[in-house]
């Protein structure tokens, strides 16, 4: 779940808009249900296994509406401006990161460069575990969820719900490691159907159609999740969870 990366940078999720962004008008709102419900039907059932290709086609198209209803934009970051924030964060909250900094490095963005010279075998960095981003360490309103089938079962999914929790919540103590993330990825989700043509004859086309049809099932299901619950999970989601920003 990441957004498409652009050149050589690296997918990380998205920055967002502030929570008090502009709400979804009610008739776009409506709208946008209905094609979840069909995005549903067409991502989850069976029938559609043996046809992959046309129900590939078809959430496509059913998806280029839902993107132009959550009127969806690409959202940049300047990643580099939250170095330092980033740093003092690791250090007050007990990382170890002398002799290191973060630089950006020509066609790889942001990477650990060496500020000093490190000796064989010599610890260069330490993160305490209450650093690493985990269903366990944040996003504690995530329990509201713990006998959703897809949050429960599915770890991936899970951890990516946190994130967008974190996002977009008030004052959320992981905001400086959240503007680090890259922005952008490269995945299959992107690719145009002349791209994804292309795999035809290939392995891989199978594993991508199913990835995409995966997203979309799982992205029309949340959709559906919080916007008819009340829940502390469905208040800090409920206006901002797009497709884009799930994927």
Known sequence: MGRKKAHASSRGKQQGPSPQQKHISAAKRNELNV???KLFHLSSNPAYVT???????DISEVLLKVKRLEEMKT??????????QFINWLTENGAQVDGLSIAEFPGYDLGLKAETDFTENQLILEIPRALIFSTYTAASELTIL??????????????AIALLIERYKENSKWKPYLEMLPSSY???LYMKTNDMIELKGSPTLEAALKQCRNIARQYSYFNKVFQNTNNAVSAILRNVFTYERYW
């Open 35 to 37: 094609l979840c419900e």
């Open 51 to 57: 046809q992959s290709w046309n129900n590939y086609l």
């Open 75 to 84: 959202e940049s970051s300047q990643r580099s401006q939250g170095i330092g």
């Open 146 to 159: 713990q006998n959703d089938p897809l949050v429960q079962h599915m770890p991936q999914v899970a951890l």
């Open 186 to 188: 490269n995945t299959v």
